[in-house]
């Protein structure tokens, strides 16, 4: 059974960093797509950002365009969420999701979900 298990959240100032892991043990990461996905209280859940399967295209929300970066270590067979310059708007449940093959910024297309990792961003 795939289950993505996140870790790496934490409590962390405004203008902090953070680097939420991804992984999956027995199962080969770069072979899937992942997805990183957050849900703050009272809102919905929204896409954050995404990498490719083997190719590493990765995409990003607007809103933490050129703060959050997706990555690959293969070796380690982990996929990371750097967070940097983190805002109060950013606290949040971070979930990473999984499809195998592929590059997807939408929610619906990912078949396996982590149980989430809180990341809360104090002012």
């Known amino acids: 059974q795939f289950q993505p298990v996140e870790s790496g959240g934490g409590l962390v100032q405004s203008g902090g960093s953070l680097r939420l892991s991804c992984e999956a043990p027995?199962?080969?990461?770069?072979?899937?797509?992942i997805g990183w996905f957050r849900q703050a209280p009272g809102k919905e859940r929204e896409g954050v950002s995404c990498v490719s399967s083997t190719e590493g295209f990765t995409n990003y929300a607007d809103s933490v365009k050129g703060r959050f970066t997706v990555s690959r270590d293969n070796a380690l067979n982990v996929v990371y969420l750097q967070q940097n310059n983190l805002k109060p708007e950013d606290t949040a449940v971070y979930y990473c999701a999984a499809k195998y093959s592929g590059s997807y910024f939408y929610s619906g297309a990912y078949d396996y979900w982590g149980p989430g990792t809180q990341v809360t961003v104090s002012s």
């Open positions: 027995g199962f080969t990461l770069d072979y899937y797509a």
